[in-house]
């Protein structure tokens, strides 16, 4: 197997030998760093990553031996964690739904896609590898939306490389800390038609 192979998930058998290659703990790993400093239990990131590849795509970067590097999912919007939440634009707040995105933007949320995680590994990082794993899911469905916290200025530099446009809508996310403390992030949403 080479360097950095993407691989798409099509079984649990294949997830299984993943998540045993160390997939959870590569995601843990990379949602500790700053400024998330996010814990994730390994139930809840195995139950995730079995509902990124039964209900959508999931695509994972392997060094030899099959060593998860990387990983991206998408989802059908109309299934993923931000269909029906609020978003706000800075002045009037709306709800994510198929009228919204029909009348704001021309999308049809049944034939919609959502970015729901996108992570590589630190030492592999700067390489390429985020841009060939988004690209790869891009080429498999458009159109596509994905929120991003605004303090993360490599990956909103990135999303906008391979024709991601900032859409003038944000949300908060609250996620748990390494402390046990609840932290408040501002995203902002993408689009690629």
Request: charged share 20%.
């Amino acid at each position: 197997m080479s360097i950095n192979e993407i691989l798409e998930v099509e079984n649990y058998c294949n997830l299984s030998r993943l998540l045993n290659k160390g997939l959870i703990q590569l995601y843990q790993e990379i949602f500790a760093e700053p400024p998330e400093y996010q814990i994730w239990p390994e139930v809840k990131l195995s139950e995730l990553f079995s509902f990124y590849q039964s209900s959508g795509h999931l695509f994972v970067a392997v060094a030899r031996l099959e060593q998860p590097i990387g990983f991206c999912a998408i989802l059908p919007l109309t299934v993923s964690s931000i269909w029906q939440t609020v978003v706000s634009d800075g002045f009037s707040t709306y709800t994510l739904n198929q009228d919204f995105l029909y009348y704001k933007f021309g999308i049809d949320s049944q034939s919609a896609w959502y970015v729901a995680d996108l992570g590589v590994a630190a030492q592999h990082r700067k390489l390429g590898l985020g841009t060939k794993l988004i690209q790869r899911a891009i080429a498999c469905r458009k159109p596509m939306l994905l929120r991003v916290s605004l303090v993360r200025s490599q990956a909103i530099a990135l999303y906008n490389r391979v024709g991601f446009e900032p859409i003038n809508l944000f949300q908060k996310a609250n996620y748990k800390q390494q402390n046990g403390s609840v932290k408040t992030f501002e995203k902002m949403l993408m689009l690629i038609k």
